[in-house]
C-alpha cells in the first residue's frame, strides 16, 4: 500500500486529525507541518501498529526536521506489536548513525535517569563562487547543516547567457563536506572564493530569470528551488556588492592593462556567446583581409578586421552580459587581495555599459584570444615573406 492510501486509512481511523493529515495528499513534510506537536506522534504512532513500511517511508522525511525529530521523541509505544518496534529500532539506529542526538521513547518508561544536555554543533551556512570559465560560465555553492547532523551542498553551473546550466546535491557527513569544500576552494584554477550566503542565492535567481523558456531547468532544481532562493529577494550579488564598495573607480588613473592581460594569459574571458558559424565567419573575414599582405600593411589590414570582427562577435548583449561578469570578477579580486584588479574590472565594466556600439579594448583583446592561432599564423607568413625593416 502506498503512504498516500495508508495515510487516508489514518485519517478514517483518527477523525480528529483527518482535517490535518487530508489536505497535505501523502505529503510527509506538507503533513508534518499541517500536525499539531501533539497530534504528530499519534499519527506516526498509529502508522507504525498499522502500516510499519509507511510508517518508516513517513519518519525517514520527518527526521529531517526538529518537528519531525520531536514526533519520534514523542511517540508513545506502549503496545506496540514486534513490526512497528522493529521498525522503530531500525529509524533510531540510522539517525544516530548519521550524527543526530534523539532520544529512545521507550526511555520514557523506564526509570528516570540524569539529564544531560545533548551535543550542540554549530550550524553551517556558506556559501562559494568560482571563476568563470573561457566560456563565461561559473560554479557557485551553496553548503548547509542538516537536521540529522550531516550536512548538505548545493552546486549550480551558471552561465548569463544559458541560465541554470547543471544542478547537483551532495549530502554527506560534515567532515567530508569540510574536505569537499578545502577542495574545490583549493584548485589552481577555478578555485572558489567565499560568498554571503544570501548574495550567491541572489546570483541564482538572477540566472533563473535568465533560463531560457524553451530549455527545462536541471533534474532535482525544481524540487529544491524554493530552498534555494529563499532569502534571496533584496539581496545583492557578490558582483554588485563589491562595485557598492569599490565605485567611483571611473578616474582614468585606473590602470586596465593588467587586467587585459589576463585575457592573453587565458585567465579572463574570451566569453563568447556566438553559435559556431558566428566565429567561422569571423574567422574568415580576418583571413581574407590578412592573406597576401605584409609587414605593416599586413598589420594596419589586420587591425582594421579585428575591430570589425569584435564588433560583430560581441554585440549589446554580449557586452552587457561580460560588464556582469567583470563586477563579479570584481568580488573575485578583491576576495584575493588585488583591489587594483577590481577597481579595474570595475572601470571596463562601466565603459561595455556606457557604449555598447563602439569598440572596446576588452572586446578586441577577447577577439585576439579566439582567433590567436589564425592570427599567429597570419603574422608568421607576413613576416617571413617581409622585407627586413630599416
Known sequence: MSLAERLEEAASALPGEADAIRPANGDPMALLQSLSPEAAPKVLGWLLEHGPAEAEELAEVWLQEPAGVAAVEGLDIAGLAKPGRKVLRRLLHRARSSGLEIADPAAKTAEPKVARLPKVETPIDEAYV???DPRGARLVYLVESTPTGGARVFEALLDLARGIVDFQVYKAGRSAVRSFVRDVTSRARYGARAAEPAQVRALIARHVAVHPVDRPFPRNFDEWRGKILSGAEGAATP????????????DASVDVDALLQKID?????????QERTELEAAAASVREAGE???GEALESKLDEAIDAAA???YGADDLGRCADRLDEMAH??????EPDLAAAAIRVADELRSAPGESHAFARRATERLLGSLLEELRGGGSAQ???RE
Open 265 to 273: 594569459a587565458g585567465e579572463l574571458g574570451p566569453w563568447p556567446t
Open 239 to 250: 558582483g554588485e556588492a563589491a562595485r557598492k564598495t569599490l565605485a567611483p573607480v571611473s
Open 386 to 388: 617581409a622585407a627586413p
Open 130 to 132: 568560482a571563476p568563470f
Open 332 to 337: 573575485v579580486y578583491t576576495i584575493e587581495g
Open 311 to 313: 564588433r560583430s562577435l
Open 292 to 294: 597576401g599582405a605584409e
